[in-house]
């Protein structure tokens, strides 16, 4: 319904100090939507590192992508038995907390919902896998990224706590929007009950991602920016989400976060 933006928010964090983990698999049902694999992919990332790889170019640049393919075969295999169940499974939801590359002592996780139901699911899970901190993020589509548009909410905790809810509010950012997200090109608006097609989905949000991070205004910056202040702000590396935005915007009108992302595209 969309074009994706937050397969860039890693780069961004890495610019800003934060190391960040990407990960995801190529194609999965009921959607078979434009994938972190297949939007990185086409914007010159390597998307097939074993984990020794992932967790050098983490250390190396500050962010990294693995694929589930890679850090967990075996789970990766149950992709067609999935596709022939249809429904969502119990598998949807915990393998987002899996964590593949973990810090010696923190790790916090960000993660997206839809469904009011979710949120203390999501944080029990987060917890019993051991990270520190999590927040979830009542996003478009079920990602990361609010509405930018409307008023949002996020759930989190802190130090392995109960979680509180936070009021969002795209406006406070300096964010303003006439749709709640990067709205799909006309020609990529599938037909009813079609699927759309993914790869040139992937490559329109690899091109405007590309040039989010090159200091580009538009829907996909806003984007970056509401979904790494987020983190900036949970993370306590600034005082509120205002000022988290503001930085930013910085990192990203500067190019520095597009400087970020290219050391990745000639990454071993």
């Known amino acids: 319904r969309g074009v994706p933006a ?11 100090g934060v190391p960040a983990v990407l990960h995801g698999l190529e194609s999965v049902g009921p959607k078979y939507g434009a994938t972190h694999h297949k939007v990185l992919k086409a914007a010159g990332i390597k998307v097939d590192f074993s984990p020794a ?3 050098q170019q983490l250390k190396r640049l500050g962010w990294t992508y693995i694929d589930q393919a890679s850090f967990a075969p075996q789970l990766h295999a149950l ?4 596709q022939r169940m249809v429904k969502r499974q119990v598998l949807t939801t915990v393998e987002t907390m899996l964590g593949p590359i973990r810090a010696r002592s923190t790790t916090h996780c960000m993660g997206g919902y839809v469904h009011k139901a ?20 009542r996003g478009v589509e079920g990602g990361t990224i609010p509405s930018l548009q409307q008023a949002g909410r996020l759930f989190a905790y802190q130090a392995q706590g109960a979680e509180y809810q936070v009021d969002l509010a795209p406006q406070d950012l300096g964010i303003k929007a ?12 599938p037909a009813d009950d079609a699927l759309i097609d993914s790869a040139a989905l992937a490559k329109q949000a690899a091109s405007k991602g590309l040039a989010a991070l090159a200091g580009e205004h538009g829907l996909t ?9 987020i983190c900036l702000s949970h993370l306590k590396r600034y005082p509120d989400l ?15 976060a597009l400087n970020v992302f290219k050391a990745a595209q000639t990454s071993i």
């Open 242 to 256: 205002p000022s988290a935005a503001q930085a930013v915007r910085k990192v990203l009108d500067s190019g520095q």
């Open 178 to 189: 006439e749709t709640r997200a990067v709205p799909l090109p006309t020609e990529l608006i």
């Open 221 to 229: 910056y806003d984007s970056l920016v509401y979904a790494c202040a």
């Open 118 to 137: 979710y949120p203390p699911i999501y944080a029990s899970l987060a917890r019993q896998a051991g990270f520190t901190s999590a927040m979830f993020v």
């Open 79 to 82: 992709i067609p038995l999935r």
């Open 6 to 16: 937050s397969s860039f928010v890693p780069a961004v964090l890495a610019a800003m």
């Open 53 to 55: 790889q992932a967790t």
